[in-house]
């Protein structure tokens, strides 16, 4: 089945930095969505993208589909303490309607 | 509030006994999806709706777990026969459809069987 590898599984980050992750797939998707979870909530959608190449800002957070269908990346500018959270990518791809997640990357921003 | 809802927030229950979990989707979203979500994990699909008709069950979905969408409105979630196993965040999507794949959480049902 489909596998999502999501990378770095941990960020220490200073407010004020950017930061990076990013995930790759074994299969090709035609859907890239990104996540943020706070403890106890369910995923929040960041942004959606839809075609191979695509680059799209959400605010300070920017997402891109990447050229071969089997990546995404998200990068978050200027971090601010609310950033605090655990970021999830997801795919969709063929003919299933359902996500496949990656295991998320955990993001802590330190004042 | 429009978003998603689901019913209890929170369950503890003891081993062998039969759960029931709702979820109200966006009133305008036909599709509506199943994970279960353990800890350190990513939400792992179980099963998915449009309108009233199950479309899809994933393997995670044992003979003990089954799902109603009756009116393609709201849907249940019921595990017969807890096991500890079992434990765990329990989420509800919906999504519109026809093209449109973002899918909208709801806040989650968190499982404890003891």
């Known amino acids: 089945g489909q596998q999502l590898n999501q990378s770095p599984q941990s960020m220490f980050i200073q407010e004020g930095e950017d930061v990076s992750m990013n995930c790759t797939s074994s299969?090709?998707?035609?859907?890239w969505l990104w996540y943020k979870q706070d403890p106890g909530e369910g995923p929040v959608l960041l942004i959606a993208?839809?075609?191979?190449?695509e680059l799209t800002s959400n605010g300070r957070l920017t997402a891109q589909f990447g050229i071969t269908r089997k990546d995404s990346f998200l990068n978050i500018s200027a971090s601010i303490p609310s950033d605090v959270g655990i970021y999830f990518c997801?795919?969709?791809?063929?003919?299933?309607?359902?996500?496949?997640f990656g295991s998320g990357t955990q993001l802590t921003v330190l004042p | 509030d429009t978003g998603v809802s689901q019913n209890p927030r929170h369950k503890i229950t003891k081993r062998g006994q039969n759960v029931t979990f709702r979820c109200d989707p966006i009133?305008?979203?036909?599709?509506l999806y199943w994970y279960r979500q353990t800890l350190g994990q990513g939400p792992e699909f179980l099963t998915y709706?449009?309108?009233?008709?199950?479309?899809?069950k994933s393997r995670l979905l044992s003979d003990r777990f089954s799902a109603e969408r009756p009116k393609g409105s709201f849907s249940t979630l019921e595990i017969q026969r807890t096991e500890q196993g079992d434990s765990a965040m329990y989420l509800c999507?919906?999504?519109?459809?026809?093209?449109?794949?973002?899918?909208?959480f709801g806040p989650g049902t968190r499982l404890t069987v003891t």
């Open positions: 999507a919906s999504s519109l459809g026809q093209g449109y794949h973002e899918q909208y």
């Open positions: 299969s090709i998707f035609n859907t």
């Open positions: 993208l839809y075609k191979a190449g």
């Open positions: 997801a795919g969709q791809g063929g003919s299933a309607r359902q996500l496949t």
């Open positions: 009133s305008e979203h036909n599709r």
């Open positions: 709706f449009q309108n009233e008709a199950q479309l899809e």
